[in-house]
Every structure is written in C-alpha cells, then in structure tokens.
C-alpha cells in the first residue's frame, strides 16, 4: 500500500483518474474531512506470483472487467464554517453521482455516503437538498478507532516518536498494539482507551484543544488561518509573556520538588504585572505560549489517563497537531516529564484523517475495504510495501495510491 | 479561636493594637500575603473555670505580665508587582520594629521574618536593605502543608462544600483529615497529596492557573484588577464564544457517549468561525469563557491525581477561588463530573492565606505558636468556639482576633 503525495495536487481531474468508488466524510467542529477512492483503470493480469509491485488490490468486482485495482485514496479538507466549498468539491468531482454506494433503485439519483462527526447531523438535511446525498451516519468513536486501528495495521511506519527534533518511524507490532491511549485533538479533544477493533471507551477528554489555540488565537492575534498561527508560534518565543518559576524565584530553580528556573510556573501570567496592552505583545510570543500552554495541558490529561488505566503508549491524532514540530516536542516532553520517561507520545501519519478513514471503512457493501483488510492486514507487516512521502498540512489535498506489493 | 472581621478595616492603629508578635510573609508570583499577629494588651486571670470567652491563650511569656493573651491575626495582600506597598506597609506599621523574632543583638536593627514563595528569594535584598529585615525563607509547600493543617484542625468550619449556589461549612474530624489532596491555585496550581504534619508530596501541578484567567483576562477585556475581572464573569455567558456540543451536532446531545448538547466541547471555539474581531465580545462574555475553561481545567487534573492515589478529598485553595461562587461550581461540578459523584470538591475559608499562615507558624521560636496548637488542637473540636465571619475579597486586609473559649 501506497500513500503518495501526487504531483498535480489541487489540479485533480476525475476523468484522469477514473472510477471514483467510495467517499467518506468527517464533518467536526471546524474541519470537515473528506477521503476518496479513485481508481485509475490500469488493469492487470490477476496471478499470485505475477503481480507487479505497482498492481495490488484484487478487484473481484466493477465496472471492468479488471483482475486487479490499482486506485488511490484521496484526502481534502475544508472548514466547516465554509461547508458551501465542501459541497461545491464533491459537485465539480461528480462524488455525489459515483460510488458503489449508490441505493439499489435506478432511477435515484440518491448516493448514501459514509459520513461522522457531529456535522453528520448537522448538515444532514444541506447534503440532501444540494446534492442529494444521503448522509449515513456513523459514531464519531467508533469511526477514530477503526480509522486508527486501519492505518496502524496497514500503513507502514504510520506511526513515529518526536524528540529533540527527530521523527522516529516505526511498524507497531500487530500483536502488541493494544491496549493503547488514543488522543484525538481536533475542536475538542477526545481520549479513548482502545482494547481491540471495535472494542474501545471514550475515558476522557478536555474542551482546551485546537478550536481554543486557534479562537483564542484569533481573538489574540487577528491571524486569518490556523497555519498562520502555527507559522507564527514558530518564530515565537513564550518566556515573553508566560511567568516562569525564575521569575517568581529571582532567577533560580525550585530545584526542591524539581521545577527548573525554566519550567513555566504561570501561562500568560507575565500579561499581569507588563504595563502592555495586547498591541505591545508580538503576535508570534502570544502564539507560542498559547501553543505551549495547550499542547502541555494536552500532553498531561493524556499521560493521566494512560496511568490510569495502565496503558505505555499514547498515539495523538487530529488536525491540532499537523506534524508541527514545536507542537509535537510540547507534547513529547510532558509526557515525558509527567510520567517520568515511562509513558510515551507517538504521532501518527495521518493524524487528521482518523475519523473519515473509520467512516470510509465502515461501509459493509464496499468491497474495497474487504479486499484491502484481506490482502492488506493479512500479510506480515514486512512484506507489506508501504511508504508514505509528504505529510499533511492545512487545507492541501493529498492524493494517495493503493496497492501492495 | 475567632477570625472574626474587624469594623476598623483599613484604619488599623498599630498603637490601640498593641505589642506585635510576628509577622510572616508569601510573595508569589502575583501576590504577597502577609499575615502578622497583634496583641491588644488586654489581660485577665488564669483559671481553668475563670476565662471568659474573651480571653483565651495563657500567655507563658511577654513584655507584660498577662495570664493570659488575647489578640488578632491580620491578614494583607498586595500585588507582587507594587512590592513597595508591602514595604511601606510593614513600615507604617513597624511591623519590621516589633515581634518576638528580634536577633538576639541588643544593637541590632535586623528582624528575623519567616517568608515563604518565589519572592523571598527574590526580594530578599529588598528587605534588607529597605527594612533591615531578614527573610527567613521557608519552603513554599511545607508552609502550604502546615497552613491547611493548622486551620483544618484549629478553625471551626474551615472547609466547606459548594453546590447548586450553596456553602455547606462543616468541621474534618481530626482523625480523618488524611490523606487529602491539597490543590493550591496561585498564579500557577501546585496539587499536593498530604499524608499527615509534614509528611505530603507535590506530585502534579498545572500553568495554567490564576495568572492565566488574570493575564489572559487582561489582554482579552482590558481589566485593571483581577476582581474585576471575577465581577464581569459573573454577568457574562460562556456560550457566546465557547462551542458546545450542540453547536457541532446541530443541537442535539452526543448522547451515546453521555455529552450534553450545552457540554463545552471547544473553549473558545466559536470565535473559529464567528466573523468577529476581539471588540466585537462583550468582555463578560469572554471572562465567564476564561474563568470557565481554567476552572473545568483545574478540577478535572485535580480529580485525575486524586483518582491516582486514592483521595476522595480535595481541598482547593489559593487566592484564585475568592470564594467566587460561578468559579466554585466549576470546580464542584468538574469533579462531581469526572469522578462521577465520587470525590469531593472543598474550598477553605482562608484559601488565600495557606502558605502565610505555614510561614508565621514555622517558627521555632514563637512561643505563641506552640500556646495556639497546645490550647486550642488538644481541645475536642466541639468545645472550641470558632467562627468567621464574612470572606477575603480583593486586598482588603481582615483583622481577626485569635482566642479559644
């Protein structure tokens, strides 16, 4: 399996590409995730030893009489208050006209289409007034394990550490995959034990997540996007406003219960005693300590919910993180720091892409998803051919190929 | 004991009041506490029938030959950033002249004054060279531990509980006061299990505190003072800019999981998607969103660590609370919440004053300390008449007179 950044990214033209056989969508509180099947019509001949690396999925079923799909899945990402672009995408795409979803009567020109998240509910009645779609809804946990769980078992080296500015790739053991901590950071943020497929409780979560870092960031900075504001929180610096244990010290640690000079003992506590008002701040320190004071508040439920339960390991997923270096290392350290070195934060590929994945994969007449498990999973993870090049960020879309070798 | 509210605030005549006999200091990162005891050389007859509820430590010692003592415990903030006022205080007052801690050099003008927090260390010289007062520096979590011991075990009704916008006081027994979990909100939040006298481990804490809702709050509203602050989110509505639960579902609850539609699922997550600058909030609404999120924040860490090891009781204290009833209800219903009914919110009468209190009873050499502990904890707790009356707001100063009956 391939999950590959195309090149003609934002120019893709369904006629190119093909059949489009499934969509999924997963509608939060400020994004909406769609992910797409398409396949490109390059047929092989179907033989156990004679498959190319280039030709995987056995189709057994479609539209040609093909031995063997070869397709990508595609990834695009909209903000739910704009819902009117995401409609208009899946209307110049003909989604909402393809698909093996469509209802068995002919002459309906009504698609049911996986989709989760709270928007599934919300914008039920648009989609089917503007597009006629039929949104088929689905749990928005039960659509983030199953999306988790897919793409660690399948993706190779989905998931990595990220410390001292390194990403450490690595294949999870499908044996030694549960239990685990799922932590899913989008508007709010979710935490879920996981103990198996479909086996999993949403132990906890806190309403201090993205759609805070980016609201309040807004409020604060008056930056436009997300992005800008994570732009801005890298050249920032946030001794600048946070109020730190050496300036309640005098400078020095507080070396007896292990606080260093360093630690942020207040965030934004400087903002108390400065005589400044918000315009005397840079907007890139006010970014910083935000993304700071979030993401360590993030990292420490986490790692007490871990502890709680017993769990080692703790994948973080949702549109929050966008493989954001300084964000990562925030999170990476408190863990770190909170469970002594014993718990450990692990970041996965497709972070944002957990829910629409569960949703894609949730549909029981898709035949793509039986084959993929089947051919897929069912093999040892090393002699499953999957790399990914390019990583997610803000509103791209990334077109992604399917196969094994 | 009484801690009773004197008529006089504000004019306090260090020449009615009498002898001074200590003085201790906290200086955190935003405030200084100061709490210093006066005697009001009012004397009666020792005998163990004879007292009259007026008078009530037997005095061992002193410049007068009183049987017995009767006096005040005096309470002061001021901001941490205005030290001067501090300094000019304790001058006003000779508190710097006065007290038992004198050095034993006749010549000397140097006092010896228990201090504790961030900014003993910091202003040490200060002190020194404006007061010729020696900070003799305690640790901040010992004189925190020794505070909430001493008035849990000493004052009648210390600690009470806050639901549906009523205190109900009530009395610990003493030998079922530990282990609790002590969570001290200053600028930043110190979460301590204490285990008995001196016996306690900080073992979590979060920035994200009273300097946050204060420093936040500041940039945000355009305050001057944190009560103001406090009184805005009073009259505010969080859901103007928080986004619920609903928001995303359309309305509806998230109910499989048991969320509430009006469940905050994002602090400030509407401002994401609301076409609004800062000025366009009402600066109530934005303080009730800030208190909320913060307060939510802290009662759920705290239940998370009490959870960890075992602690149905958590006493909250630190002068972020300020007996604010919207900030107690957080906090009572965020562990109520995520305890499912099992822990308990409490909150102290004298929550500001933990680490001041731990400081002025830290010393050896103060025999008025050892007269209250041996007069006063060795009494069964019904036969020791204590009240208070009225709450610390803001920096007024509270007299308090200092007897048992």
Not at 16 to 26: N, P, T, V, W
Not at 161 to 179: E, I, R, S
Not at 275 to 301: C, F, H, T, V
Not at 380 to 405: D, K, M, N, Q
Request: proline share 2%; glycine share 10%; with cysteine.
């Amino acid at each position: 399996m391939d999950l590959r950044k195309s090149e003609n990214e934002g120019n893709f033209d369904p006629n190119q590409s093909g059949h489009i056989y499934q969509m999924a969508l997963d509608i939060g509180g400020s994004l909406a995730k769609l992910v797409y099947f398409t396949d490109n019509e390059d047929c092989a001949i179907e033989g156990k030893d004679g498959i190319s690396p280039e030709k995987a999925v056995a189709k057994s079923k479609g539209s040609k009489s093909c031995a063997v799909l070869r397709g990508k899945l595609n990834f695009k990402i909209f903000e739910t208050s704009k819902i009117d672009d995401c409609l208009e995408f899946i209307k110049s795409m003909k989604l909402h006209l393809g698909g093996s979803q469509r209802q068995e009567n002919p002459g309906s020109q009504t698609t049911a289409v996986k989709a989760t998240g709270g928007g599934a509910y919300k914008y039920t009645d648009l989609f089917k007034e503007r597009l006629g779609i039929n949104l088929d809804k689905e749990d928005e946990m039960d659509c983030l394990v199953a999306g988790a769980n897919f793409l660690l078992k399948v993706v190779h080296q989905e998931a990595y550490t990220y410390m001292d500015g390194q990403k450490q790739f690595m294949d999870v053991d499908h044996n030694d995959l549960y239990p685990y901590l799922l932590v899913n950071i989008g508007s709010g943020v979710s935490m879920i034990k996981v103990e198996g497929d479909g086996k999993f409780e949403r132990v906890s979560g806190t309403s201090i997540g993205g759609g805070t870092f980016w609201g309040l960031g807004k409020l604060l900075t008056k930056c436009r996007s997300f992005d800008e504001l994570l732009e801005l929180s890298y050249r920032g610096n946030n001794r600048v406003i946070d109020m730190l244990v050496g300036d309640i010290y005098g400078g020095t640690d507080y070396s007896k219960i292990g606080l260093a000079s360093t630690t942020i003992a207040s965030s934004f506590g400087k903002a108390i005693s400065d005589n400044k008002e918000i315009e005397d701040y840079k907007p890139e320190d006010i970014a910083r300590s935000l993304l700071r004071m979030i993401s360590n508040n993030i990292g420490q439920i986490s790692y007490l919910n871990a502890l709680r339960f017993g769990l080692k390991r703790i994948f973080f997923g949702g549109f929050f993180i966008r493989s954001h270096p300084f964000t990562m290392d925030t999170i990476s350290v408190a863990v770190n720091f909170w469970s002594k070195g014993e718990a450990k934060a692990m970041f996965l590929r497709h972070e944002g892409f957990l829910g629409a994945v569960g949703a894609f994969m949730s549909s029981d007449q898709h035949e793509l998803k039986k084959l993929l498990l089947n051919e897929v999973v069912q093999q040892a993870p090393s002699s499953v051919s999957c790399t990914v090049a390019g990583e997610l960020h803000g509103e791209e879309s990334i077109e992604c190929r399917v196969y094994s070798a």
